[in-house]
Protein backbone atom coordinates (compact mmCIF):
# COMPACT_ATOMS: atom_id res chain seq x y z
CA UNK A 1 0.00 0.00 0.00
CA UNK A 2 3.09 2.81 1.22
CA UNK A 3 4.62 2.40 -2.32
CA UNK A 4 2.16 4.49 -3.93
CA UNK A 5 2.90 7.46 -1.00
CA UNK A 6 6.67 6.87 -0.25
CA UNK A 7 7.74 6.69 -4.01
CA UNK A 8 6.23 10.01 -4.07
CA UNK A 9 9.20 12.39 -1.79
CA UNK A 10 11.81 11.65 -3.75
CA UNK A 11 10.58 12.97 -6.74
CA UNK A 12 9.00 15.66 -5.68
CA UNK A 13 11.10 18.12 -7.04
CA UNK A 14 10.88 16.71 -9.98
CA UNK A 15 7.05 17.11 -9.51
CA UNK A 16 7.14 20.65 -8.22
CA UNK A 17 9.41 21.99 -11.14
CA UNK A 18 6.93 20.43 -14.21
CA UNK A 19 4.06 21.65 -12.48
CA UNK A 20 5.47 25.09 -11.52
CA UNK A 21 3.84 24.22 -7.67
CA UNK A 22 5.32 25.89 -4.13
CA UNK A 23 6.49 23.74 -1.12
CA UNK A 24 3.32 24.03 0.47
CA UNK A 25 1.23 22.68 -2.62
CA UNK A 26 3.51 20.20 -3.19
CA UNK A 27 3.34 19.11 0.20
CA UNK A 28 -0.83 18.71 -0.66
CA UNK A 29 0.28 16.11 -3.03
CA UNK A 30 1.55 13.72 0.41
CA UNK A 31 -0.95 15.08 2.42
CA UNK A 32 -4.07 14.39 -0.06
CA UNK A 33 -3.85 11.06 1.28
CA UNK A 34 -3.91 11.66 4.42
CA UNK A 35 -6.93 13.38 4.01
CA UNK A 36 -8.16 10.48 2.43
CA UNK A 37 -7.54 8.61 5.32
CA UNK A 38 -9.05 10.93 7.84
CA UNK A 39 -12.70 11.08 5.84
CA UNK A 40 -12.64 7.45 5.21
CA UNK A 41 -12.02 5.28 8.04
CA UNK A 42 -14.95 6.01 9.97
CA UNK A 43 -16.62 4.44 7.10
CA UNK A 44 -14.65 1.29 6.20
CA UNK A 45 -16.05 -0.62 9.57
CA UNK A 46 -19.23 0.11 8.15
CA UNK A 47 -18.90 -0.62 4.88
CA UNK A 48 -17.38 -4.08 5.44
CA UNK A 49 -20.36 -5.05 7.61
CA UNK A 50 -22.35 -5.24 4.67
CA UNK A 51 -19.71 -6.32 1.72
CA UNK A 52 -17.91 -8.21 4.38
CA UNK A 53 -14.05 -7.63 5.27
CA UNK A 54 -13.04 -9.60 2.37
CA UNK A 55 -15.17 -8.42 -0.31
CA UNK A 56 -13.88 -4.68 0.78
CA UNK A 57 -10.45 -5.19 1.16
CA UNK A 58 -10.49 -6.43 -2.35
CA UNK A 59 -12.29 -2.42 -3.05
CA UNK A 60 -9.40 -0.97 -1.26
CA UNK A 61 -7.16 -2.94 -4.10
CA UNK A 62 -9.34 -1.78 -6.85
CA UNK A 63 -9.25 1.75 -5.99
CA UNK A 64 -5.94 1.89 -5.34
CA UNK A 65 -4.63 0.48 -8.56
CA UNK A 66 -7.03 3.09 -10.27
CA UNK A 67 -5.89 6.09 -8.36
CA UNK A 68 -2.41 4.78 -9.39
CA UNK A 69 -3.70 4.78 -13.25
CA UNK A 70 -5.68 8.29 -12.93
CA UNK A 71 -2.35 9.86 -11.75
CA UNK A 72 -0.43 9.03 -14.87
CA UNK A 73 -2.63 10.90 -16.81
CA UNK A 74 -0.27 14.28 -17.53
CA UNK A 75 -2.74 16.72 -15.97
CA UNK A 76 -2.34 18.43 -12.24
CA UNK A 77 -6.21 17.63 -11.98
CA UNK A 78 -5.52 14.19 -12.25
CA UNK A 79 -2.39 13.76 -10.24
CA UNK A 80 -3.97 15.48 -7.34
CA UNK A 81 -7.84 13.26 -8.05
CA UNK A 82 -5.41 10.15 -8.50
CA UNK A 83 -3.19 10.98 -4.87
CA UNK A 84 -6.99 11.34 -3.54
CA UNK A 85 -8.19 7.91 -4.63
CA UNK A 86 -4.86 5.95 -3.70
CA UNK A 87 -5.52 7.46 0.05
CA UNK A 88 -9.17 6.35 -0.08
CA UNK A 89 -7.91 3.02 -1.32
CA UNK A 90 -5.19 2.72 1.41
CA UNK A 91 -7.53 4.15 3.81
CA UNK A 92 -10.30 1.02 3.77
CA UNK A 93 -7.12 -1.65 3.94
CA UNK A 94 -5.47 0.27 6.42
CA UNK A 95 -8.95 0.20 9.35
CA UNK A 96 -9.47 -3.66 8.22
CA UNK A 97 -6.41 -5.13 8.62
CA UNK A 98 -5.82 -4.91 12.23
CA UNK A 99 -9.53 -5.88 12.88
CA UNK A 100 -9.10 -8.62 10.88
CA UNK A 101 -5.43 -9.93 12.73
CA UNK A 102 -7.88 -9.44 15.93
CA UNK A 103 -10.24 -11.50 14.66
CA UNK A 104 -8.59 -14.46 12.73
CA UNK A 105 -5.30 -14.83 15.67
CA UNK A 106 -6.41 -13.19 18.60
CA UNK A 107 -3.95 -14.56 20.91
CA UNK A 108 -1.07 -13.84 18.18
CA UNK A 109 -1.62 -10.12 17.61
CA UNK A 110 2.23 -9.15 18.33
CA UNK A 111 3.56 -11.20 15.62
CA UNK A 112 0.69 -11.19 13.10
CA UNK A 113 0.75 -7.18 13.52
CA UNK A 114 4.88 -7.67 13.34
CA UNK A 115 4.85 -9.26 9.59
CA UNK A 116 2.11 -7.55 8.56
CA UNK A 117 3.96 -3.55 9.38
CA UNK A 118 7.50 -5.41 8.41
CA UNK A 119 5.87 -6.36 4.83
CA UNK A 120 4.47 -2.63 4.47
CA UNK A 121 7.82 -0.96 5.59
CA UNK A 122 9.71 -2.76 3.51
CA UNK A 123 8.06 -2.32 0.12
CA UNK A 124 7.69 1.61 1.42
CA UNK A 125 11.18 1.51 1.83
CA UNK A 126 11.86 -0.13 -1.50
CA UNK A 127 9.60 2.58 -3.57
CA UNK A 128 11.83 5.20 -1.75
CA UNK A 129 15.24 4.06 -3.22
CA UNK A 130 13.72 3.12 -6.77
CA UNK A 131 11.72 5.59 -7.50
CA UNK A 132 14.94 7.99 -8.44
CA UNK A 133 16.54 5.49 -10.44
CA UNK A 134 13.41 4.85 -12.50
CA UNK A 135 12.84 8.28 -13.28
CA UNK A 136 16.48 9.41 -14.31
CA UNK A 137 18.51 6.18 -14.30
CA UNK A 138 16.01 4.83 -17.08
CA UNK A 139 14.39 7.70 -17.83
CA UNK A 140 11.20 6.94 -16.95
CA UNK A 141 10.26 10.67 -15.73
CA UNK A 142 8.44 11.04 -12.41
CA UNK A 143 4.95 10.02 -13.69
CA UNK A 144 6.14 6.38 -15.80
CA UNK A 145 7.89 5.77 -12.34
CA UNK A 146 5.18 6.65 -9.74
CA UNK A 147 2.92 4.62 -12.20
CA UNK A 148 5.44 1.14 -11.85
CA UNK A 149 4.19 0.61 -8.41
CA UNK A 150 0.62 -0.12 -9.24
CA UNK A 151 2.44 -3.67 -9.83
CA UNK A 152 2.36 -4.58 -6.27
CA UNK A 153 -0.82 -3.76 -6.58
CA UNK A 154 -2.02 -6.04 -9.32
CA UNK A 155 -0.30 -9.15 -7.63
CA UNK A 156 -2.31 -7.89 -3.84
CA UNK A 157 -5.21 -8.68 -5.81
CA UNK A 158 -4.45 -12.00 -7.47
CA UNK A 159 -3.05 -13.04 -3.67
CA UNK A 160 -6.48 -11.72 -2.19
CA UNK A 161 -9.34 -13.25 -4.50
CA UNK A 162 -9.17 -16.73 -2.69
CA UNK A 163 -10.17 -15.03 0.13
CA UNK A 164 -13.52 -14.16 -1.02
CA UNK A 165 -14.78 -17.56 -0.20
CA UNK A 166 -15.01 -16.76 3.41
CA UNK A 167 -16.19 -13.35 3.08
CA UNK A 168 -20.28 -14.56 4.58
CA UNK A 169 -19.04 -16.43 7.45
CA UNK A 170 -16.35 -13.55 8.59
CA UNK A 171 -19.03 -10.93 8.02
CA UNK A 172 -21.59 -12.47 10.77
CA UNK A 173 -18.62 -12.96 13.32
CA UNK A 174 -17.67 -9.26 13.01
CA UNK A 175 -21.04 -8.10 13.52
CA UNK A 176 -22.09 -10.11 16.66
CA UNK A 177 -20.73 -9.49 20.38
CA UNK A 178 -19.12 -6.95 21.74
CA UNK A 179 -19.59 -3.75 24.25
CA UNK A 180 -22.09 -1.60 22.24
CA UNK A 181 -20.74 1.89 23.91
CA UNK A 182 -19.16 4.59 21.46
CA UNK A 183 -15.14 4.46 21.52
CA UNK A 184 -15.24 8.11 20.85
CA UNK A 185 -16.55 8.11 24.44
CA UNK A 186 -13.25 6.66 25.85
CA UNK A 187 -10.32 8.54 27.14
CA UNK A 188 -7.58 5.42 26.22
CA UNK A 189 -9.23 5.40 22.34
CA UNK A 190 -8.30 9.30 22.22
CA UNK A 191 -5.07 8.75 23.43
CA UNK A 192 -4.21 5.98 21.10
CA UNK A 193 -5.92 8.37 18.45
CA UNK A 194 -3.43 10.89 19.14
CA UNK A 195 -0.14 8.69 19.03
CA UNK A 196 -1.25 7.34 15.79
CA UNK A 197 -2.19 11.07 14.40
CA UNK A 198 1.46 12.66 16.06
CA UNK A 199 3.64 9.59 14.98
CA UNK A 200 2.17 9.54 11.54
CA UNK A 201 2.69 13.43 11.48
CA UNK A 202 6.15 12.39 11.88
CA UNK A 203 6.63 10.03 9.60
CA UNK A 204 4.71 11.45 6.56
CA UNK A 205 6.15 14.61 6.97
CA UNK A 206 9.63 13.18 6.85
CA UNK A 207 8.79 11.29 4.08
CA UNK A 208 7.81 14.56 2.20
CA UNK A 209 10.62 16.33 3.15
CA UNK A 210 13.36 14.64 4.36
CA UNK A 211 15.30 14.32 0.61
CA UNK A 212 15.33 18.01 0.82
CA UNK A 213 16.60 18.23 4.21
CA UNK A 214 19.32 16.05 2.97
CA UNK A 215 19.77 17.84 -0.02
CA UNK A 216 20.31 21.19 1.56
CA UNK A 217 23.32 19.54 3.53
CA UNK A 218 25.28 18.40 0.55
CA UNK A 219 23.63 15.15 -0.90
CA UNK A 220 22.30 14.98 -4.33
CA UNK A 221 18.95 14.05 -4.66
CA UNK A 222 19.83 10.65 -6.18
CA UNK A 223 21.64 9.96 -2.89
CA UNK A 224 18.96 11.85 -0.53
CA UNK A 225 16.48 9.15 -2.47
CA UNK A 226 18.20 6.57 -1.47
CA UNK A 227 18.96 7.66 2.38
CA UNK A 228 15.30 8.06 2.70
CA UNK A 229 15.14 4.20 1.51
CA UNK A 230 17.85 3.20 4.07
CA UNK A 231 15.48 4.79 6.94
CA UNK A 232 12.96 2.72 5.63
CA UNK A 233 14.73 -0.43 5.65
CA UNK A 234 16.30 0.51 9.37
CA UNK A 235 13.01 0.77 10.57
CA UNK A 236 12.12 -2.84 9.67
CA UNK A 237 13.69 -4.91 12.85
CA UNK A 238 12.14 -2.38 15.04
CA UNK A 239 8.62 -2.60 13.02
CA UNK A 240 9.21 -6.06 13.53
CA UNK A 241 10.26 -6.73 16.84
CA UNK A 242 8.33 -4.21 18.86
CA UNK A 243 4.89 -5.37 18.61
CA UNK A 244 6.15 -8.89 19.81
CA UNK A 245 7.57 -7.11 23.06
CA UNK A 246 5.32 -4.87 23.42
CA UNK A 247 2.49 -7.96 22.98
CA UNK A 248 4.63 -9.72 26.31
CA UNK A 249 4.60 -6.52 28.36
CA UNK A 250 2.12 -5.47 31.20
CA UNK A 251 2.30 -1.55 29.69
CA UNK A 252 4.35 0.13 26.81
CA UNK A 253 5.14 3.10 28.52
CA UNK A 254 8.83 2.05 28.40
CA UNK A 255 8.70 1.46 24.24
CA UNK A 256 7.08 5.24 24.06
CA UNK A 257 9.74 6.67 26.34
CA UNK A 258 12.54 5.02 23.89
CA UNK A 259 10.93 5.68 20.39
CA UNK A 260 10.90 8.74 21.69
CA UNK A 261 14.69 9.69 22.36
CA UNK A 262 15.24 7.89 19.39
CA UNK A 263 13.63 10.46 17.18
CA UNK A 264 14.50 13.05 19.31
CA UNK A 265 18.16 12.67 19.06
CA UNK A 266 17.75 11.71 15.50
CA UNK A 267 16.42 14.85 14.90
CA UNK A 268 18.71 17.41 16.69
CA UNK A 269 21.57 15.57 14.48
CA UNK A 270 19.58 16.16 11.52
CA UNK A 271 19.64 20.15 12.15
CA UNK A 272 23.06 19.97 13.32
CA UNK A 273 23.56 17.98 9.96
CA UNK A 274 27.68 16.55 9.25
CA UNK A 275 28.72 14.62 6.77
CA UNK A 276 27.63 11.64 5.25
CA UNK A 277 28.96 9.06 7.77
CA UNK A 278 26.86 11.50 10.83
CA UNK A 279 23.99 12.04 8.30
CA UNK A 280 23.27 8.22 8.18
CA UNK A 281 23.63 7.53 12.30
CA UNK A 282 20.45 10.31 12.28
CA UNK A 283 18.45 8.78 9.97
CA UNK A 284 19.61 5.30 11.39
CA UNK A 285 18.04 6.81 15.04
CA UNK A 286 15.44 8.36 12.84
CA UNK A 287 14.26 4.96 11.30
CA UNK A 288 14.12 2.95 14.19
CA UNK A 289 11.72 5.22 15.95
CA UNK A 290 9.71 4.97 12.60
CA UNK A 291 9.58 1.35 12.57
CA UNK A 292 8.90 1.46 16.12
CA UNK A 293 5.98 3.64 16.85
CA UNK A 294 3.97 2.74 13.45
CA UNK A 295 3.77 -0.62 14.54
CA UNK A 296 3.28 0.03 18.70
CA UNK A 297 0.45 2.27 16.92
CA UNK A 298 -1.01 -0.26 15.08
CA UNK A 299 -0.17 -3.42 17.82
CA UNK A 300 -1.99 -0.49 20.56
CA UNK A 301 -5.15 -0.79 18.00
CA UNK A 302 -5.34 -4.37 19.48
CA UNK A 303 -4.03 -4.30 22.65
CA UNK A 304 -6.53 -2.04 23.87
CA UNK A 305 -9.60 -3.76 22.29
CA UNK A 306 -11.59 -6.37 23.94
CA UNK A 307 -12.47 -8.27 20.57
CA UNK A 308 -12.73 -7.40 16.53
CA UNK A 309 -15.36 -5.16 16.56
CA UNK A 310 -13.96 -2.88 18.99
CA UNK A 311 -10.80 -3.32 16.92
CA UNK A 312 -12.34 -2.55 13.95
CA UNK A 313 -14.12 0.75 15.70
CA UNK A 314 -11.17 1.96 17.32
CA UNK A 315 -9.01 1.45 14.15
CA UNK A 316 -11.82 3.71 12.35
CA UNK A 317 -11.42 6.51 14.74
CA UNK A 318 -7.55 5.86 15.17
CA UNK A 319 -7.30 6.37 11.39
CA UNK A 320 -9.78 8.95 10.94
CA UNK A 321 -8.86 11.40 13.39
CA UNK A 322 -5.59 10.73 13.95
CA UNK A 323 -4.42 11.15 9.75
CA UNK A 324 -6.65 14.29 10.02
CA UNK A 325 -3.97 15.47 12.57
CA UNK A 326 -1.30 13.70 10.35
CA UNK A 327 -2.33 15.45 7.02
CA UNK A 328 -0.99 18.86 8.65
CA UNK A 329 2.17 17.80 8.48
CA UNK A 330 3.77 17.65 5.54
CA UNK A 331 2.06 21.24 3.80
CA UNK A 332 2.75 23.08 7.50
CA UNK A 333 6.54 22.09 7.26
CA UNK A 334 6.28 23.27 3.92
CA UNK A 335 4.67 26.42 4.60
CA UNK A 336 7.49 26.86 7.46
CA UNK A 337 10.43 26.32 5.03
CA UNK A 338 8.56 28.96 2.41
CA UNK A 339 8.85 31.53 5.42
CA UNK A 340 11.84 30.92 6.68
CA UNK A 341 14.04 29.22 3.58
CA UNK A 342 15.70 27.18 6.21
CA UNK A 343 15.02 23.75 7.53
CA UNK A 344 16.03 24.78 11.29
CA UNK A 345 12.32 25.62 12.20
CA UNK A 346 10.68 22.60 10.65
CA UNK A 347 12.92 20.59 12.15
CA UNK A 348 12.18 21.93 15.54
CA UNK A 349 8.59 21.64 15.09
CA UNK A 350 8.85 17.88 14.25
CA UNK A 351 10.84 17.82 17.86
CA UNK A 352 8.02 19.54 19.63
CA UNK A 353 5.61 17.20 18.21
CA UNK A 354 7.46 14.22 19.30
CA UNK A 355 7.40 14.97 22.78
CA UNK A 356 3.53 16.16 22.75
CA UNK A 357 3.70 12.09 21.12
CA UNK A 358 5.03 11.31 23.79
CA UNK A 359 2.54 12.42 26.48
CA UNK A 360 -0.21 10.66 24.30
CA UNK A 361 1.70 7.34 24.09
CA UNK A 362 2.34 6.91 27.84
CA UNK A 363 -1.60 7.11 28.45
CA UNK A 364 -2.04 4.91 25.13
CA UNK A 365 0.36 2.41 26.53
CA UNK A 366 -1.17 1.92 29.96
CA UNK A 367 -2.07 -1.71 30.63
CA UNK A 368 -5.98 -1.23 30.08
CA UNK A 369 -8.76 -2.08 27.66
CA UNK A 370 -11.21 0.87 26.34
CA UNK A 371 -13.74 0.27 28.99
CA UNK A 372 -13.22 -0.65 32.15
CA UNK A 373 -15.61 -3.60 33.15
Known amino acids: MRPAITSVGPVVRSIREDLHLSNGVAGFITTLPLISFALISPLAPK????????LTLLLSLLILIFGICLRYIPTPATLFIGTALIGIGIAIA????????????????????????????????????????LAQGLHLGWRKALFVWGILVIIAIVIWLPQLQSRE????????????????????????????????????????????????????????GWMLSIMQFISLPA??????VADKMNNQITIVVGID???????????????????TIWIFLIGLAQGASISLALAMIGLRS????????LSGMAQSAGYLLAAIGPIFIGFLFDQTNTWSLPIYMLIFVSIIMLIAGIGAGRNQYLFKK
Open 306 to 313: ENAKQAGD
Open 239 to 244: AFITPI
Open 94 to 133: NVLLPSLIKHKFPAKVGIMTSLYSTFMGCFAALASGITVP
Open 47 to 54: IAQKLSNE
Open 169 to 224: TFRRKVTTGGNNRSVWSSGIAWQVTFFMGLQSFLFYSTIAWLPEILNSHGLSMASA
Open 261 to 279: IFYMAGLLGLQWGGNTILL
